[in-house]
C-alpha cells in the first residue's frame, strides 16, 4: 500500500524526540537494519548520507531513523518500535512539499496508513512486497530499492 496527495498542515501533530542524523549514526544504524531484516545496510547508509537527510531518534532506548529525500518523502525508516517510528514518519509530511508518497506499507506497518491519512493523503495500492524465509520487517518502510 501507499499513501499519496498534499499534506493537510493543519493536521500536523508538534513531534519531539528527533534530530538531525550524523555519520556517526551509521553504527548503531546498521545495527538496528540487522536486527529488523536480517542484514545491515552496509555501503547503503553512506550513499544515502551523501544524498538525502538523515533524522534519528535522541532515545538510545529506542532507536530510530528516516532517510527524507529532496522533497521531504520518507525513501527508508526503521525503528525499533512503532512509536519511534511514527515520530520520524510524521517528519515527512512536516518536510514535504507539494504532492508526497509513503510507499511500501506492509500489514505490520499499518501504523504508517494511520499517520497518511491524519495529514490528509489518500490510500492507493501498486505492486508487492514478497519475502521469502523471513518475516515482513517492522518497523520499516522502504521505497523499492531499499527493502
Known amino acids: 500500500m501507499r ?35 536480517g542484514a545491515g545496510r552496509g555501503p547503503d547508509h553512506g550513499r544515502l548520507l551523501g544524498t538525502h537527510r538523515l ?12 532517510y527524507l529525500d529532496e ?11 512503532t512509536g519511534t517510528a511514527r515520530r520520524l514518519l510524521w517528519e515527512a509530511p512536516a518536510a514535504s ?26 490510500i492507493g495500492q501498486e505492486g508487492y512486497l514478497a519475502v521469502r524465509g523471513m518475516p515482513v520487517p517492522a518497523p520499516h518502510l522502504a521505497d523499492g530499492h531499499f527493502l
Request: charged content about 30%; some cysteine.
Open 3 to 37: 499513501t499519496t496527495g498534499t499534506v493537510d498542515r493543519s493536521a500536523l501533530p508538534a513531534v519531539d524526540g528527533l534530530r538531525e542524523g550524523r555519520p556517526d549514526d551509521v553504527g548503531w544504524m546498521d545495527r538496528l537494519d540487522r536486527d529488523l531484516r
Open 55 to 66: 533524522v534519528v531518534s535522541r532515545d538510545r532506548t529506542a532507536p530510530g531513523y528516516v
Open 71 to 81: 522533497r521531504g518523502r520518507a525513501v527508508l525508516l526503521a525503528a525499533r518500535r
Open 97 to 122: 512539499y507539494g504532492d508526497t508518497l509513503v510507499n511500501c506499507i506492509t500489514t505490520p506497518n499499518e501504523w504508517a496508513v494511520d499517520i497518511g491519512l491524519a495529514a490528509g493523503l489518500i
